[in-house]
Nanobody, 122 residues
Framework: QVRLVESGGGPVEAGGSLTLACAAS????????MGWYRQAPGKQRELVAQ???????MYADSALGRFTISRENAKNTIYLQMNRLKIDDTAIYYC????????????????WGQGTQVTVSS
């Protein structure tokens, strides 16, 4: 079982910045990945940014140019640096850990944190 603890959420004014952190109870392997998702009221949960164990990153179009995902391997932690925040960024942000497998018949396992609230106001 992988435990994930998010932190760093809170209220922020539009145009401001905020950094989220997600600490995992295990070290990420090359075949694993971690990412940030968010869910706003009345909307589906959506991907914000993701990083693989090999160091590759990807972003949703809404995050490109404003958000940056990074890793601190010694602490088993990923971060999401959010800049130029907009009201539409308001959501609960969740950390996800995907544990891959080299065994074809064994599907990857997904683990979720409890989430941290980000509220952007004008």
């Amino acid at each position: 079982q992988v435990r994930l603890v998010e932190s760093g959420g809170g209220p922020v004014e539009a145009g401001g910045s905020l950094t989220l952190a997600c600490a995992a109870s295990v070290s990420m392997r090359r075949i694993d990945s971690m990412g940030w998702y968010r869910q706003a009221p009345g909307k589906q949960r959506e991907l914000v940014a993701q990083v693989t164990g090999g160091g590759s990153s990807m972003y949703a179009d809404s995050a490109l140019g404003r958000f940056t995902i990074s890793r601190e391997n010694a602490k088993n932690t990923i971060y999401l640096q959010m800049n130029r925040l907009k009201i539409d960024d308001t959501a609960i942000y969740y950390c996800k850990y995907v544990m891959g497998s080299a065994i074809i018949e064994q599907r990857p396992r997904e683990y979720w944190g409890q989430g941290t609230q980000v509220t952007v106001s004008s």
